[in-house]
């Protein structure tokens, strides 16, 4: 046998070995991961996290494992709460959920799974300039999020959200400060304040509006989205400055109300029917 044959004979040879080896170290960890999704669905996320962790120690690269124990931290994180043990699990899901995007860029789960960690960090935030950082941080990955699911009407969904969620408390103190409260009409009574807020944030009601309809189009029965698109748009007529603009708005969002409502109708009534179930959301 020349030397060629006898170096691949003894790379297949090491080849084996190492499958041989690194099968049982998979087959242990499979064993691992199966007891761990077991305590996972029994809410027993502490027990779970120890099942995941010597799931990923015995194979490394066992992505689904790693998923699981990043959500198993996630899944025990309370926002708001600033306790020791708290903020571990918030920084051991991130990074966890970065050791799995490090060896895949493009893995939806832990996009989405990071960009609701960021958001969940967001709600428990008290000081808006923090709570705009970390829905900053949200809305980065969901973007990733969308490059590599296209299709993803959670991720277009959310970014609407989010627009709202940095557009309200600006409108909500206006508001106070003009002594408007928040079942009044409007629009606000002072030009110069809806002139400043226009300019600061139109870019991002409009942004949201546009994620929103994204997301409709991708599921026309979306009826969260509706809601939202109700919001923007009842709370964007307080910007206009004649009344017909005021009107023309708040009758886009009477409209959205009204098919949210419907769709959501339609929803439970396919849901009670025997063997229904209702239109996906």
């Known amino acids: 046998m020349n030397r060629k044959w006898t170096y691949l004979v003894a790379a297949l040879v090491l080849g ?3 499958i041989g080896s690194s099968g049982c170290q998979q087959l242990r960890a499979r064993d691992q991961l199966n007891k761990g999704v077991q305590a996972f669905k029994n809410a027993k996320y502490a027990e ?20 699981y124990l990043a959500t198993a931290y ?3 994180y309370v926002p708001g709460s600033d306790s020791e043990e708290n903020l571990r699990y918030a920084s051991e899901a991130k990074r966890n959920f970065q050791q799995v995007l490090d060896r895949d860029p493009n893995n939806a789960v832990a996009l989405a799974s990071m960009a609701s960690m960021n958001y969940q960090e967001a709600g428990g935030e008290q000081e808006l300039a923090q ?5 900053d941080q949200s809305r980065a990955w969901y973007e990733k999020l969308v490059q590599v699911d296209p299709k993803n009407k959670e991720a277009w969904y959310s970014m609407g959200v989010i627009s709202w969620a940095k557009w ?10 003009l002594g408007m409260k928040p079942e009044d009409p409007g629009p606000l009574k002072d030009k110069k304040k809806r002139e400043e807020l226009r300019t600061q944030y139109s870019a991002t009601i409009e942004d949201g509006i546009k994620n929103l309809t994204h997301a409709l189009d991708i599921d026309p029965n979306y009826d969260d989205a509706m809601a939202y698109l109700n919001l923007l748009n009842r709370e964007r007529a307080d910007l206009a400055d004649t009344p017909e603009a005021y009107k023309t708005d708040i009758a886009t969002a009477d409209s959205w109300l009204q098919k949210a409502l419907d769709t959501r109708k339609a929803k439970a009534a396919a849901q009670a029917k025997p063997g229904g179930a209702a239109p996906a959301k």
Do not use: C, I
Not at 52 to 61: G, I, Q, S, Y
Not at 168 to 177: F, M
């Open 16 to 18: 084996a070995v190492a």
């Open 48 to 67: 779970a996290v120890e099942n995941f962790k010597v799931a990923v120690e015995l194979d490394p690269t066992f992505a689904t494992a790693r998923l």
């Open 74 to 76: 996630m899944s025990q």
């Open 131 to 135: 709570k705009f950082a970390k829905l």
């Open 168 to 177: 309200y408390p600006a409108l909500g103190s206006a508001r106070a400060e």
